[in-house]
Each structure stands twice: as structure tokens, then as C-alpha cells.
């Protein structure tokens, strides 16, 4: 609906008016993402292709009256389902905590009177009153400006202020810093600004993470293979004349055998346990693939202002006529700092109880105050002694600002502005001024005059100061930038920087803290010329619109990236939704932290390097795991398929199957699972997108796994078989049994024993307690065996285990890939450099 005020008198809207106006277009709030309820979130966790596959398999049994076997594939689906639902949950409710600490408020005139209101109340017509502070609740037009200046990072990305005169917008979700104004409300709630934005935010569905691609990949394939299995089994043993039970029981041990049925829950639970630790290093997963997403990374955009800086303004050069370009640290010459404690309408003020002094005000003019309170000088003092007698605010057309002085006797005119309005052309300041500019620096030129007598206006005594040096602003890099950039190049992954600030900023501070390696800077005029096409060498983007952001990411995942996206502003929010993982900052707007998957309650960039290796850890530990329980299925299948032709028929029950693969993947999955990462993970190679996740050779490694267990296990069973002795049973306990012996020989080199040596030590005790004790022995349909009978099966099963821990040992000998514990080379881009801050780029 169309949104248009009710009035622009100062007296504003009545009560009435306002809830009239409410009724109509609704409160002042974003357009709220559809949150799925517990049941949407049931299915999705059951429409994973492995859990259908045993769901399938439980109705089969069911149909059979195998109620033991449907008990035992019930518990696996519904702990996989529990645990990937709670986490949901418990990021949501840490969600709701952030917003519940931000609700804010503004300032109406209702019936004449100025009163504070929630900002969702706020309406069409609403006249509402801005100081410095406020955040402004809805697009509004400008009706009164004094010295009005508005911070737009959050909207633009760009981190000066803008001045406001009357007439001018200013839009909702940007911060006053400076001044004063009225403004009456035009455009609220989906209908501002932030609201497009939010829309645009919205209309995007997330795409798939690549773990869940590739596990999707692994169960169609799983899934086709214990299909295909079973049916042609069962069709050829009704071809020979089998009874149907028995070929419907071969046919379900088989799709039970084929599937691990375990993945599921163990990866939820790996994920799960990764949230946790992020959690404990001030990182909000909001959905648990998001964790070993980040593992995959190979390209991270991130904003700015912020981010990659710490979103506040510092004097880091000043340059005099007498000693030229010095640090701010250096003795300043005493007149200079005079003038820019004079002539600033910054506040400080002490912080109650403690001997600091915090300051408010206009981002630039706290950082001119700041130097000046670094430098030993008492701002509120010095003020005191040199009371303010008249003034000309600051505003775009003059360029300046000028504040006139009394001091006893004497008066003194303080100028501070832009370079152009304040020097003469052709002099050595200028050039001065041009070499700071071009090294991405926001200059500002003070000047000061002074007399005896009567004051003169400060229209009439701007004319007569005269410089006293320059002072270079900018938002610095934080002091961990350059190190966690360099991170990251050692981890493989390409930076980009995206941001709506100046090209010349973007550049100085890209160079500073390593991104770009002096490429080429790419605005967003240049992007609406050409779109954005491949991005080639092009890491540093400036002056960009958030559609804008959001295509930058679709093309470097259009070259075959995963793209992370961190920012903090309503600008990023698109982009962060577009990218493969949205990372937010915890301190940033509601849209941006709606529109990502991981939150970061720190606000630190440094963050998202430790949650990168918490997601290849994630990752590698799931290929380990995948290697031991589709290893230990290969070999099921290869004892059901094979053990027929060697006179051992059927030789498993699928209950007998469901209880290994629940003992062989429970608590040793897990424990696989909890592995620390590999020494070395964040030196390693990204892994590349389309991998499957048993590539690089793993599809090998796990076959021949399997293939040597079962020649194992139908060894035992064969001589069992022809000695008269308990066949089924043994091959039952040598199949388990190897399997677990395998699971150790995967430990990671230099990880503790503990967990996973007390898991494999309690699956073993179970596995044992399956043939002797009588209420598992009868549930199972196994035997009591002799130890005579046991001591040569445990002997044999051993075995695999062996081999593999000797071929793991030679392969750890030589650099691989992540996931298998490898390093790379050094990535040059990553060798410290000193700053080239003299580049014009």
C-alpha cells in the first residue's frame, strides 16, 4: 500500500491520527522472515535420502513383524532428527536475546508535544525530532536542519558522515552524529528503504551447502546401489525357487547393510558439537550445515567499515608548515591543538567513576578531540577558558566550519574544513593535502587568527587566519586485520573487499592489510556499466549498492566458489543471504544478522578464521568417518552377496546387521566425530567445490577397507562352517569386531586416545554380550560359542586394523589436501609487505 503523510504541520499527528494511520499501513517493522515451525523442521531433518532409505526399510520390517529391527532404525531417525531440531532452536532463542537488547525508540511531536515512542509506532506523517545519537526510525524529509550530519555506514557503507540541509532525506536505520533537525516521516516500515533491502533479502532462496550437496550425492548413490542390490538378489533367489520370507529378509539385510544408516545422527551430532564450540568462541550458528560450510571456503567477501576496520575515525597523519607530515604522536605545535578542541562541537565527557573521558559526537570531530586529549591537553578546560561567542556551522556548500572565542582581553577565529576552502592554490600545503588524499586519507585544514579588542563576527574573521597544518583522518585497519588476512591466504582462500565507502579509502586500506595485492579497484558505476562480470584479478570493490554487493558474490560462485559474506550493515544484507555463508556481526543491524547464517557476538573478523577450521575439521572427520562405516558396509554386502557361493546362506539376519552398524557407528562415530583438526588444517588447500565427499581417493581407500574385512570375515565363517562349529555367530562377531579394530587404526596421528579407545572398549563389550548374554543372544537369533571358538575369531579380526594402520602411517609420510591431515606451500601473497601508502590507485 501506497504510504503518504497526513500532514507536515510541526504540531504533528493526535493519538487518533497515528493509530488511524497504524490501522492502515501496519507497524513499523521489517517484513519478519517466516520462521518454520517445530514440524516444517521434523521433515526437513527426515528428507535427508539416507533417513527416507530407512524409513523404507523400517516399514519393510514392519510388514514382516521384525519389531526389533524397526525399534532400532526408529532410534537412529529420531536422535538424528532431535539434535539437528534443539540446535535450531537454541540459535533462534540466542538470536531473539541480541534483538531484545537493541529494541529502540524515536522522538514524535503527537497532540504538539515532543514525546519518545517505539520506533515501531511510529508512522506516515509523524513529525519526529533528530539530535545526535538517534537512530532514525523511517524515511523522512527534512523540514528543520542545524549542522545536521548523518551516519549512512550501515545503509551505503560509507564511513564520513553526510551533511543534511532542509529538504534532504534521511533514511531509516541511519545514525545521527551530529547536530540537530525535524523531519516528517514519509515511508515506513517494507516500504523504506531498509524495507526494500529486507524484500530484497527475502526473495532469496538459500542454496544448499556443499556438505549437504555432496551427502545428498553419497545417499542417491547409496541408496540406487542397496535398491539395485536387493532387488536383483531377490529376484534371482525367487528365480531358483527360494522361499518369498527369505528373500524379502536377504533383500532388507542388504539395504540395511548398504546404507550407513548412523551417517546422519553422527554428522548432525559433529555438527552440533562444532556449533557448541563456536558458541564458546562468541560465534551463533543458525543452521548447523552452515559449521562445515565454512571449511569449504575458497573466496571471503567482507565488508569494510567495521569489519576489516574498526568503524571509528583517527588521526593517523598531521602535516605543519614548520616540520611537515609526523605522526599525531609526535609534540604538536600547542596553537593547533588549541584550535581543534575550539573549534569542534564534540562532547567530552567524563565517564562517571572512572579517570577516562568518553566522547560524543560527529565521528570526525571525535577523533580531532581525541588527539587533542592524547596529547595531554583538557578539552573540557580549555573550553572553559575560551568560551564560544559566535559561530558559522558547518554545511556542504561552504566546506567549513568557523567558531569565534573569547580568551580576557583577546579573541581568537578558528577555521577547520576542506583543504580547497581554506589554502591558496599553487602553495606547498596544497600538495601536501593532494599526497594525503591520494593515500586514502580524509583531510582536514585548520587555520586560526587572533586579536585584542572587540571580537570581530566569524563571518568577518575567517578572513584573516591563517594555516596551521593539516590533519588526515581515517577509520583504521584493526590491529589483527593484516594477521587475519594473512590467515586466511595461508589457508588458501582468495579475500574480497566490498564496500559503498570512497575507492581511494578502499584501496589505502586493502593495501594496509594485504587484500588485492595492488590489483585493480572496481566501482559499483563501473559494475551498473558492465555488471560484474568474471571477476579476474578484481579483489577491491568500492562505492557499491547492495544489489550490487549481491552480484559480486553470484559471480565469483558462478567461476565455481564458495563464498562466505561477513558484514553488519542493511547494505550487506543481500549479499550475506546470495553467499554460500552469510557471517554477520553481532553489533550490526537486525536485517544483516537475519539474513546470515552465523553471528559473531565479538564483532571480530579473527573469528571467522577459527571457525573455518572448526568446518574443515568438521569435514575431515566426516571423510574419516565415511571411510569407516561405508567400509564396514562394502563388507556387509560383500559377506550377504558373497557367503551363498561359499555354502554359508544368509549368512546375516538384518537385525544382526542393524546391531553391528549401531555398535560400529555409534559411539566410535561419535567419537571419530569429536576429533581435534589436524595439525597444519589452516595451511592447507581448500578442497574443491564439485569433490565428492569420498574423492581424492577415498572411494578406493574404503573399498579395499571393506573388501579385506569381509575376506576376513568369510574366512572365520568358512572355517567355522566346515568344522561344525557356530558359523553364524562367528561371522556375526568377526564382522563387528574388525570393524571396530579399523576404527582405531583411523585415529588422527597425535590425537588422545581416550575418547574413542572407551568407545571402541564399550562397542566390544556389547558386541561380545550379543552372543552370550540370553536376552540379546534370543533377540538377535545368535548363539552361546566357547572361547575356544571366540580367541581365533578375535585373532582374525584384527587383522584389517592392522593393515590399515601401516598404510596410514605411509601415507601421513607425504603432503595431501585437507581432510587427510597435508599442508601446502607457503602462499606468497601471504609474506608480510610493507604498506605501499603512496599508491594512487
Known amino acids: 500500500m501506497a504510504q503518504t503523510p497526513v500532514t507536515d504541520s510541526p504540531r504533528g499527528l493526535t493519538d487518533a491520527e497515528a493509530a488511524e494511520v497504524r490501522a492502515r499501513v501496519g507497524h513499523n517493522l521489517m517484513a519478519e522472515p517466516k520462521r518454520a515451525g517445530r514440524g516444517a523442521r521434523v521433515l526437513a531433518q527426515l528428507r535427508d535420502p539416507m533417513v527416507l532409505l530407512l524409513l523404507v526399510a523400517a516399514a519393510l520390517a514392519l510388514v514382516l513383524g521384525d519389531f526389533a529391527d524397526v525399534a532400532v532404525i526408529g532410534a537412529v531417525v529420531v536422535l538424528n532428527t532431535a539434535v539437528g531440531v534443539a540446535q535450531q532452536s537454541r540459535a533462534e532463542r540466542a538470536l531473539a536475546a541480541l534483538r531484545s537488547m537493541s529494541a529502540p525508540t524515536a522522538t514524535v511531536v503527537r497532540d504538539g508535544t515532543a514525546r519518545e515512542v517505539p520506533s515501531a509506532e511510529v508512522v506516515p506523517g509523524d513529525v519526529v525530532v533528530l539530535t545526535a545519537g538517534d537512530v532514525v526510525a523511517a524515511d523522512a524529509a527534512l523540514v528543520r536542519a542545524h549542522a545536521l550530519r548523518v551516519d549512512e555506514a550501515a545503509v551505503t557503507g560509507e564511513s564520513v558522515p553526510v551533511d543534511k540541509p532542509v529538504g534532504g532525506e534521511v533514511a531509516a536505520g541511519t545514525v545521527v552524529t551530529h547536530g540537530r533537525g525535524v523531519a516528517v516521516v514519509n515511508r515506513t516500515g517494507p516500504d523504506s528503504g531498509l524495507g526494500r533491502i529486507a524484500a530484497l533479502v527475502g526473495a532469496q532462496r538459500p542454496r544448499p551447502t556443499p ?107 598531521v602535516w605543519t608548515p614548520e616540520r611537515g607530515e609526523v605522526d599525531p604522536g609526535a609534540e604538536l605545535p600547542a596553537a593547533l591543538l588549541r584550535a581543534v578542541v575550539l573549534c569542534n562541537d564534540a562532547d567530552p565527557r567524563a565517564t562517571p567513576g572512572d579517570d577516562r573521558v568518553a566522547i560524543a559526537g560527529d565521528p570526525l570531530e571525535v577523533a580531532l578531540l581525541s588527539m587533542a586529549a592524547a596529547a595531554g591537553v583538557d578539552c573540557a578546560a580549555l573550553r572553559d577558558r575560551h568560551p564560544r561567542i559566535d559561530e558559522l556551522p558547518f554545511d556542504s556548500e561552504r566546506g567549513r566550519m568557523t567558531t569565534v572565542h573569547q580568551a580576557g582581553e583577546h579573541w581568537l577565529v578558528v577555521s577547520k574544513g576542506a583543504p580547497e576552502t581554506l589554502l591558496a592554490e599553487g602553495t606547498e600545503a596544497v600538495d601536501a593535502a593532494e599526497r594525503l588524499a591520494r593515500r586514502g586519507y580524509r583531510v582536514l585544514a585548520v587555520a586560526a587568527g587572533g586579536g585584542s579588542g572587540a571580537a570581530p563576527g566569524a563571518a568577518a574573521g575567517e578572513r584573516a587566519v591563517r594555516l596551521l597544518g ?39 586500506i586493502a593495501d594496509r592489510v594485504g587484500i588485492g595485492d595492488g590489483g585493480e579497484v572496481r566501482t559499483g558505476e563501473e559494475l551498473a556499466a558492465r555488471g560484474a562480470g568474471a571477476p579476474g584479478r578484481v579483489r577491491v570493490y568500492a562505492r557499491t549498492r547492495p544489489e550490487q554487493k549481491q552480484a559480486i558474490v553470484r559471480a565469483w560462485q558462478d567461476e565455481g566458489h564458495v563464498v562466505a559474506m561477513t558484514g553488519d550493515g542493511v547494505n550487506d544484507a543481500p549479499a550475506l543471504r546470495r553467499a554460500d555463508i552469510g557471517v554477520a556481526m553481532g553489533g550490526g543491524t537486525e536485517v544483516a544478522r537475519q ?66 552398524n549401531l555398535l560400529t557407528h555409534g559411539l566410535p562415530g561419535v567419537a571419530i566425530g569429536a576429533e581435534p583438526a589436524a595439525a597444519g588444517a589452516m595451511r592447507a588447500r581448500p578442497r574443491p567445490p564439485g569433490e565428492s565427499i569420498l574423492g581424492a581417493g577415498l572411494w578406493a581407500r574404503t573399498a579395499w577397507t571393506g573388501a579385506l574385512i569381509a575376506a576376513v570375515t568369510l574366512g572365520v565363517g568358512v572355517w567355522a562352517a566346515h568344522t561344525g562349529r557356530e558359523w553364524q555367530t562367528l561371522v556375526f562377531l568377526c564382522l563387528g569386531l574388525a570393524q571396530l579394530g579399523v576404527a582405531t587404526a583411523l585415529r588422527r596421528p597425535g590425537a588422545r ?75 606468497r601473497r601471504a609474506e608480510p609487505r610493507e604498506p605501499r601508502r603512496g599508491t594512487d590507485r
Open 211 to 317: 556438505l549437504q550437496r555432496r551427502l545428498a550425492d553419497l545417499g542417491r548413490v547409496l541408496a540406487l546401489a542397496a535398491v539395485g542390490l536387493s532387488v536383483v538378489v531377490a529376484a534371482i533367489g525367487l528365480a531358483r525357487g527360494e522361499p518369498v520370507g527369505a528373500m524379502a529378509l536377504t533383500a532388507i539385510s542388504l539395504a540395511v547393510a548398504a546404507v550407513p544408516e548412523s551417517l546422519p545422527a553422527v554428522v548432525t551430532l559433529a555438527l552440533a558439537l562444532g556449533a557448541h564450540r563456536m558458541a564458546q568462541r562468541r560465534a551463533v550458528v543458525r543452521s548447523l550445515p552452515a559449521v562445515e560450510t565454512l571449511g569449504s571456503v575458497t573466496v571471503l567477501a567482507t565488508d569494510k567499515t567495521g569489519t576489516i576496520t574498526e568503524g571509528r575515525m583517527v588521526a593517523e597523519r
Open 470 to 508: 593539516l590533519v588526515a583522518l581515517a577509520d583504521p585497519p584493526r590491529s589483527d586485520s593484516a594477521e587475519v588476512v594473512t590467515a586466511f591466504q595461508e589457508a588458501g582462500i582468495e579475500l574480497v573487499m566490498i564496500t559503498g565507502d570512497h575507492p581511494r579509502t578502499a584501496a589505502s
Open 595 to 660: 539474513a546470515a547464517d552465523l553471528v559473531l557476538t565479538d564483532d571480530n573478523l579473527g573469528t571467522v578464521a577459527t571457525a573455518v577450521e572448526e568446518g574443515r575439521r568438521i569435514h575431515a572427520n566426516v571423510r574419516t568417518f565415511l571411510r569407516y562405516a561405508v567400509s564396514g558396509g562394502v563388507a556387509e554386502v560383500l559377506v550377504m552377496l558373497t557367503g551363498p557361493l561359499l555354502g554359508l546362506p544368509v549368512p546375516l539376519r538384518p537385525g544382526q546387521i542393524l546391531w553391528i
Open 753 to 827: 586416545p581416550r575418547f574413542l579407545d572407551l568407545a571402541v572398549i564399550a562397542a566390544v563389550a556389547l558386541q561380545l554380550a550379543g552372543a552370550w548374554l540370553p536376552p540379546l543372544r534370543d533377540a538377535l537369533g545368535t548363539a552361546a560359542v566357547p572361547v575356544g571358538d571366540l580367541l581365533p575369531t578375535v585373532v582374525a579380526a584384527t587383522v584389517p586394523g592392522l593393515v590399515v594402520r601401516a598404510l596410514r602411517r605411509r601415507e601421513n609420510r607425504s603432503p595431501e589436501t585437507i581432510g587427510r591431515g597435508g599442508t601446502r606451500p607457503r602462499d
